[in-house]
């Protein structure tokens, strides 16, 4: 993708007010996926500046997860796993966030991966597909995986849940997001088929690089991720608050013994 002209220009802008790198990919999805939006046509500028705001409020809400839900402080010598974190949206904000922590971006592209390493100063794991392959660095005090189970199909829900479970320290935490009731309502939809089948995947996603069998739409009832854990990884929930993270994907908390 080729960005708006003077793009870079306001991301310098935007990212100013927040003391981050303005850097981004022109492949960053997430990136393409503002700027294509309606409300900002013809104004590329202000596409910058949602961009950042809504990575700032991601940042935000994480920290305060961090803070006031696990009791970490933000100059702990802390050790995060951001998995699944594309172009470093969010992972930009992590280091002036918890400045003594070790982070490490971990993302199935590569060339993302790359960028993030150089860009914002963090260690970068490529993931693979296969979840049992997942291999990193270290043990982490909090893994991050935000809008990652949105896109996992049944076959492959509980085996991430079990392999990003394995990364953390005893003692650690995992936090991550899923689609549930409210955004299966949405487009008119039945909410309540959600409730009687618990699970339903949709092979389709707007990120056409990836095997639309193996990310595609991943709408999950509560219980369906309450049986999954349980099945899986047997951890105990800190939290789960519907419809959290936008007012929309429900959040889980799950520590490690």
């Not at 043990?139 to 829900?157: E, G, I, N, R, Y």
């Not at 909410?191 to 193996?214: G, V």
């Not at 219980?223 to 889980?252: H, K, M, R, S, T």
Request: hydrophobic share 40%; glycine share 8%.
């Amino acid at each position: 993708m080729t960005l708006p002209e003077r793009f870079e220009e306001y991301c310098r802008e935007a990212a100013a007010p927040y003391g981050v790198s303005p850097a981004v990919h022109p492949d960053d999805f997430m990136l393409q996926r503002t700027i294509a939006d309606p409300r900002f046509q013809g104004n590329p500028r202000q596409a910058a500046i949602d961009f950042f705001i809504d990575a700032n409020s991601c940042a935000d809400n994480f920290c305060g997860i961090v803070q006031k839900v696990l009791g970490f402080a933000s100059n702990s010598a802390m050790s995060i796993l951001d998995f699944a974190s594309g172009y470093g949206r969010v992972t930009r904000f992590l280091p002036h966030r918890f400045p003594k922590a070790t982070i490490v971006a971990a993302d199935v592209h590569p060339d993302a991966v790359r960028f993030v390493e150089s860009e914002f100063g963090v260690s970068g794991v490529i993931s693979p597909i296969v979840p049992e392959l997942l291999e990193t660095p270290r043990q982490f005090d909090v893994v991050f995986a935000l809008s990652f189970f949105t896109h996992m199909p049944h076959k492959t829900f509980g085996r991430w849940l079990t392999a990003l479970h394995r990364q953390l320290k005893p003692g650690g935490f995992l936090i991550f997001t899923a689609s549930g009731r409210k955004p299966f309502g949405r487009g008119g939809r039945d909410s309540e088929l959600l409730d009687r089948y618990k699970a339903i995947f949709i092979p389709a996603s707007e990120q056409f690089d990836l095997n639309e069998q193996e990310y595609g739409t991943m709408y999950v009832a509560p219980g369906y991720v309450i049986g999954q854990l349980w099945q899986y990884v047997q951890a105990p929930i800190v939290l789960l608050e519907e419809n959290f993270w936008w007012n929309l994907q429900d959040l889980y908390v799950v520590a490690k013994r």
